[in-house]
């Protein structure tokens, strides 16, 4: 008994000074490890610091920070690179200006034939590439036949509709259509144009060769781009020879830019009312919305053409009284000034800086006006919780927030508290982009749209694109008359016709709700009071947070 | 000696505990009880400095964040406690069943905790996070099946040594199952050496749930967690919005002191001879 009771409490000594030890070591190592993480965080902020010191001596260049999404992908035009319309490397024939409409870049000029199936784009002459090349109608039939043979790789610039591109002379091309197809122009102008010689689809991703204003010289994967003048630009050459544009955080940007070692920096709504030395906030026009979409379905299981099934609707967004009360009930200009700081303008649909885009304008804040046509469609608030029900249903719904966009989640939290006064309740939901595409169809989504080609249209409102692609009519909105607008709109054989068509199906779809759109979003960048970025050739920013600032880099001044 | 007082270390220690017991506790009963509209958003109170009203300042949507911390520990401390729970059961069943059965049964636990152990800790809370979906599920789930490899080893060692004591081996020829003898000799003998384990992972499990949180894998920006305050304050400590990220930073670091605290103040009342070894 007595050895017993000794083991006993050797046991427990035993244990106690191994429990101890093992503890203590491991305390430790997850402790050096915490460490070790954020020294490296460091080092490697500290890193991209360096590199501005280094490249900020030289006094003829300057150090942008214009976020993150021009890493992310290639810059081979083949594959899509700036096809929203904001190329520097690489030209397209033709680019669009502060008032969206086309004018000549490559080409000096264009015609349409009677029957809108051929384009005859006339070349610009005495055009070299940066490696001296010079560029002929030659170039442009390849570029445009590369994407055609790799169209898989390119989901930007869709060229299905294309049946031949031919070179007519040098300096002479025409494209021959299979159908008519209004939107052709967006489609040239979103193609930027290749050497026919030199390209290579893989030096490309980092080294493309263009004919534009700059050309890359070099290229060190998510921390800088540098580009230097391309000599050989038929266009003048522009005032600064380097421009390094550099990978960071948001928050190491900024405070890079208060110590000076930044001459552009891409600020979100957050640092807006913030003052740093020596250098201007600039808040300019974008032609990007965003907005929500509202699943126009009930709940229910259905099959797209390959017979896949899936979940589809929301049963209370699927109401139009939820939908049309919230579009005109909620008070946008609040919502924009409790999210953003006030950045933003109002939106109830796309933005007036685009010929397609509907011009037909609303009230909200129409608080009354929204409660009666709930409570008319039965939505009441029985129960005294400041949420209306109809029968068992709550009018109640998610709203996913998608991706690591802070100001996307800042928006939603702002309707949902806005909604409140509806008496609707929303659950903003932070997703990452996989889940967010997974409940699409069923669960609202705050969306970002900017761009200048009205095809957007089709593919948010035509019934033929619910479940057919990803992020394509997410709502399943589905009216015979709107689909019937927009064929009418690619079938038009000239602009006006189209543009007309174009609106009419807006007006078609904003009538049944489809989207609660809440704000035109601005895009704001503290810039250098010795740098000019000559505002005035700005064109409305299309989508790419933050980074169309560069559209007209030949352009700025360093004084 | 003369130790009349009662005012002695034991007692000293004792009060300790209780104080960071009680802490703790109430910050958690808090949390779990609290009405969401107190940290709710209150657009007309954007960004305050730290006052009266607001202990703790607020963020840029107006939620004071004394709450939100309050909350967000709370949340924090459940993960902690599924995790410990968890982690504790499966330490407490492998551990014994490798010493006990010894052979092919303790080289399986012994590869299934090599393994654990050497993959960075960080990185194997990620990819489960990842694979349970991320959220809140993803984190709890990658928090508890990751910490029972360093308890499991001290339960085995503990019990492979008491495998040969004679009264172990005295009931085994008297016929006793391997069960009960799991349970009447080996359980009463590991417990405390194990209860101490379990309170000091959970420091451990807190902080991975922080850390997790703040590199955007583990629970949602919509749910009040230190994680999340702590990376939302990013965007703000350069513009000099210093109460964001200290003070949650301030009551994690709390939280996990005081848990160690306990751990090591236990051991040392259960253990009043360790100062002789």
Same mark, same amino acid.
């Given at each position: ?68 999404? $021009? ?14 319309? @904001? ?27 009677? #029957? ?9 002459? /005495? ?39 031919? *070179? ?30 030199? @390209? ?24 800088? $781009? ?93 109401? $139009? ?62 129960? /005294? ?33 806005? *909604?409140?006064?509806? /008496? ?46 990803? @992020? ?11 689909? *019937? ?11 006006? #016709? ?16 489809? @989207? ?16 000019? $970025? ?26 | ?67 939100? +911390? =309050? ?7 459940? =993960? ?31 590869? +299934?905790?090599?393994? +654990? ?10 990819? =489960? ?56 000799? &080996? ?46 304050? &990013? ?43």
């Amino acid at each position: 008994m007595k050895s017993k009771s000794i083991s006993l409490v050797l046991g427990i000594i035993l244990a106690f000074s191994m429990v101890g030890c093992g503890q203590k070591a491991a305390t430790e190592s997850t402790e050096a490890q915490s460490q070790a993480e954020d020294t490296q965080k460091v080092e490697s902020q500290t890193g991209s610091a360096d590199s501005t010191v280094e490249t900020a001596d030289d006094a003829e260049s300057i150090n942008v920070y214009i976020g993150g999404s $021009i890493f992310d992908s290639s810059m081979d035009p083949v594959k899509g690179f700036m096809s929203y319309g @904001y190329p520097f490397v690489n030209e397209a024939l033709i680019q669009a200006d502060t008032n969206s409409e086309y004018v000549a870049d490559l080409a000096t000029d264009w015609e349409v034939s009677e #029957d809108a199936l051929t384009y005859t784009f006339n070349l610009r002459e /005495g055009v070299t590439f940066s490696d001296g090349t010079p560029f002929t109608a030659e170039d442009v039939v390849f570029t445009y036949e590369e994407v055609q043979k790799n169209q898989a790789n390119n989901e930007n610039v869709d060229l299905t509709k294309l049946k031949s591109v031919e *070179a007519d002379g040098d300096y002479k091309v025409v494209f021959t259509l299979n159908e008519c197809y209004s939107p052709f122009l967006d489609t040239v102008a979103m193609l930027q144009i290749v050497p026919s010689d030199s @390209y290579n689809s893989e030096t490309f991703d980092t080294a493309p060769i263009g004919t534009g204003a700059y050309k890359v010289a070099q290229y060190d994967t998510n921390q800088q $781009i540098i580009l230097q003048i391309n000599e050989s630009y038929w266009g003048g050459t522009p005032d600064i020879e380097q421009v390094n544009i550099i990978s960071m955080d948001q928050d190491t940007a900024y405070s890079n830019a208060v110590s000076g070692q930044l001459d552009v920096v891409m600020v979100g709504s957050t640092y807006i009312n913030e003052t740093i030395d020596s250098m201007t906030l600039h808040k300019l026009e974008t032609m990007d919305v965003r907005n929500v979409s509202l699943p126009t379905l009930t709940e229910q299981v259905m099959k797209d053409s390959q017979g896949n099934e899936y979940n589809v609707g929301n049963n209370v967004t699927s109401d $139009i009284a939820v939908r049309k009360a919230l579009s005109i009930g909620i008070n946008r200009q609040e919502i924009i000034d409790n999210a953003f700081n006030g950045e933003g303008k109002p939106a109830v649909n796309f933005t007036d800086n685009l010929p397609w885009a509907s011009t037909d304008d609303y009230e909200d804040n129409q608080v009354d006006e929204a409660k009666k046509i709930l409570e008319d469609a039965g939505w009441t608030d029985a129960d /005294g919780d400041g949420i209306r029900e109809k029968g068992d249903l709550k009018c109640s719904f998610d709203l996913i927030a998608p991706g690591n966009d802070e100001d996307r989640y800042k928006l939603a939290t702002a309707l949902a508290e806005n *909604a409140k006064n509806l /008496g609707i309740e929303i659950n903003v939901r932070n997703e990452s982009w996989d889940v967010a595409v997974v409940e699409e169809n069923t669960t609202p989504i705050v969306w970002g749209w900017g761009q200048f080609s009205p095809t957007v249209i089709y593919s948010t409102y035509d019934s033929e694109m619910f479940l057919e692609a990803q @992020y394509a009519n997410v709502t399943g909105y589905t009216n015979a008359d709107c689909d *019937a607008a927009i064929e009418k709109a690619f079938a038009a054989s000239n602009q006006a #016709d189209a543009n007309a068509a174009w609106k009419e199906a807006q007006a078609i779809g904003d009538s049944e709700y489809p @989207y609660l759109y809440l704000v035109n979003i601005e895009h704001s960048y503290f810039v250098k009071d010795n740098l000019d $970025i000559s505002e005035s050739t700005q064109i409305p920013h299309p989508h790419g947070h933050g980074s169309p600032i560069i559209c007209n880099l030949k352009d700025w001044v360093l004084n | 000696m003369r130790n009349t007082s009662l005012w002695n270390r034991r007692t000293r220690l004792t009060l300790l505990i209780v104080l960071a017991a009680t802490y703790l506790l109430g910050v958690f009963f808090w949390g779990l009880f609290i009405d969401p509209s107190e940290y709710g958003v209150h657009y007309e109170n954007k960004l305050l400095a730290p006052s009266a009203q607001h202990l703790f300042g607020t963020d840029a949507m107006g939620r004071d964040m004394f709450k939100r +911390c =309050i909350k967000g520990l709370s949340n924090s401390l459940v =993960i902690g406690l599924l995790a410990s729970l968890v982690s504790s059961v499966v330490a407490l069943v492998m551990g014994i069943a490798s010493a006990v059965f010894g052979g092919f049964v303790d080289r399986f636990v012994n590869l +299934c905790v090599d393994l +654990c152990m050497g993959l960075p800790h960080l990185v194997l809370l990620i990819l =489960i996070s990842c694979m349970a979906g991320r959220g809140t599920v993803g984190v709890t789930v990658a928090v508890a099946l990751t910490h029972w490899p360093s308890l499991t080893r001290i339960v085995r060692q503990e019990v492979l040594q008491l495998r040969n004591t004679q009264y172990v081996l005295a009931s085994r020829k008297m016929g006793k199952s391997y069960l009960t003898i799991a349970l009447t000799h &080996m359980v009463p003998h590991v417990l405390p050496a194990y209860l101490i384990g379990l309170i000091l992972l959970f420091p451990h499990a807190i902080m991975h749930e922080a850390s997790v949180t703040f590199l955007g894998f583990g629970l949602p920006k919509e749910m009040p967690a230190i994680g999340v305050i702590l990376a939302e304050s &990013m965007n703000h400590i350069t513009t000099g919005k210093w109460w964001m990220a200290l003070f949650p930073g301030l009551m994690l670091l709390l939280a996990v002191v005081l848990f160690d605290l306990i751990g090591e103040t236990l051991k040392k009342l259960w253990n009043p001879n360790s100062g002789n070894e």
